[in-house]
């Protein structure tokens, strides 16, 4: 979310990434205007109230009574329309974002290795593990539905050696390594962004809402509605929710293993088959709170990414840096990277991570700020990127490190955790 003197002062900017990200210039105008009925019915009903510490005739008191409640009726409508166009104001664009309409105009800025060529005709990961007994999709679906698959035998223990060497990765980059939860309140989504609008919509939010409702500490029925989360960001940035933070521990980086969830309603129809888009698995992710500071979180978040780079090159997979355009960024983001690793038996690209800058966009509306070196307090400045996930790795070893008897050869990286060298 945006400061709101900041949209006054910079009405232009802020329509102008409205238009590079495809959202209605015209609601910056009307935000303004009801900025201004707002600004005006807080100076009336503070003036009535100043007028009725004033008073000592009590009918007088009554109608000045009167006249505070509807005008803080109508302060209240104003206020709940501001709230609902204030989250719709898009975060400003880092100045070297591709300008462009869609994904197509993303713009590749670095590519590792060489797309292995093969003596024999690829498989995909599919077929390889349905013959290695790794992976069962047909079971996956029978029991959980669309999109569901089973783990097996050594494809668990590639997973999990894929994570604990991701986890272990993090902690040797100064992130601070943590298990958060994946069942969280609505605030954690909506002050990450993770709700387009001010409440979780079903038909656009691509979240699970757990239906049972839950107990309070003395057995109240709660009140809070519960969600499932897609990555462990939003249970890592809310960590901080409402606190103040010292400057002496900022950048403060922390990295989180969870299982993710998505209910992938905005990709009906793609990649129905196999690991590539699936409702659940497992991911190691990074984020960092920075100082208010864009040039400081222009370069966190080169480390980051270089991060990504590193660990796809030790596990030997080809993949390419993309820096995406304006067209396909969303709402609060103000520079993102993906990383794509080569998948030769689907022959393509899949992306394998992201790593997002917000700036202060996530951070006010989770109210995080630090007390700066002049005593001022600011917003703190919120980067995530994805360390590894499981789905998508897991198709590029397979599919990159395939030998002809469709043996596997495990990266060496992995080896101390898989316990193997080859996976038959």
Known sequence: MLDIKFIRDNEEAVKEAAHRKGVNQGLV?????????RRELIQATE?????????????????LKEKFKKEEEKLRLVEEKFRELMVQMPNIISSDTPVGKDEEDNKEVCRWGDLKEFSFKPKDHMELAKKLDILDFERGVKVAGFRGYYLKNDGVLLAMGLMMYAVNKMVQKGFQ??????????????????????????????????????????GEASKD????????????????????????????????????????????????????????????????????????????????????GEMHEELGLPYRRLLICTGDLSLGKYRQYDTEAWLPGMKRWGETGSASSFLDWQSRRLNVRYTDENGDKKFVYMLNNTALPTPRV???????????????????????YVGREVIS
Request: net charge negative; charged share 25%.
């Open 177 to 218: 390594p943590m298990i958060p939860p994946t069942l969280v309140k609505g605030d954690s989504l909506f002050g990450t962004g993770y709700f387009k609008g001010l409440e979780y919509d079903p038909e656009v939010d691509e979240i699970y809402q757990v239906a049972t409702s839950d107990k309070e500490a003395s």
């Open 225 to 308: 509605k519960k969600f499932l989360v897609g990555t462990a960001e939003p249970s890592l940035l809310a960590y901080h929710s409402g606190e103040i933070l010292n400057l002496e521990n900022l950048p403060l980086k922390l990295s989180g293993y969870s299982q993710c969830y998505r209910s992938e309603i905005g990709s009906y129809g793609k990649d129905v088959k196999g690991l590539y888009r699936v409702h659940e698995f497992m991911k190691v992710e990074q984020v960092v709170f920075a100082p208010a500071d864009i040039n400081l979180a222009d370069k966190i978040q080169e480390e980051m990414i270089a991060i990504s």
């Open 29 to 37: 105008d009307e935000l303004l205007k009801i900025d201004e009925s």
């Open 394 to 416: 897991l198709i590029a070893i397979l599919e990159n490190n395939q030998n002809e008897d469709g043996t596997i050869t495990v990266p060496k990286v992995l080896v101390p």
């Open 47 to 63: 003036a009535i109230r100043s007028e009725q510490k004033k008073i000592r005739d009590p009918k007088e008191g009554s109608v």
